[in-house]
């Protein structure tokens, strides 16, 4: 019996009277921190509860609009539509495949046969390269004053 009073005591001063301590501490630094800025805002003019009142309002209601269906607020465009212009285009890639036979390697370099031959069992490989064209040049560029 006098191991569990010397064991609940030792839990009261080493544990929970320390955490007590800190809670405390940190709670009324809180509390000065809100009375501050609650200072600050009277100094300024606002009311700090109503605007407290206000955004515990906003958050706790989802937004509406004026059919009473919830739905969120339409961002704007950064650019407008109207400005500069547009042009329709698709994109076309081209590739080229071409295959080569152990006997076209053979007649290659040592280098290229060895890799060629190396990276395909069956003796032929795939090469596949893509085509890049050159920049449209044949547009008039008028100065905008």
Known sequence: MFFYILLLLFLYFFVIRPLFRVWSVVHDARRQA????????????????????????????????????SEPRPVKKKIDSSTGEYVKFTEVEVTATSETTSSAQASGTSAQAGSAQGASAKGSSKTTYTATEEQITDIEWTDIP
Do not use: C, L, V, Y
Request: proline share 6%; charged share 35%.
């Open 34 to 69: 809100q009375q501050a800025q609650d200072d600050f805002m009277r100094a300024a003019g606002f009311d700090p509860d109503a605007i407290r009142g206000r955004r515990s309002r906003a958050a706790n209601e989802p937004r509406r609009s004026k059919t009473g269906w």
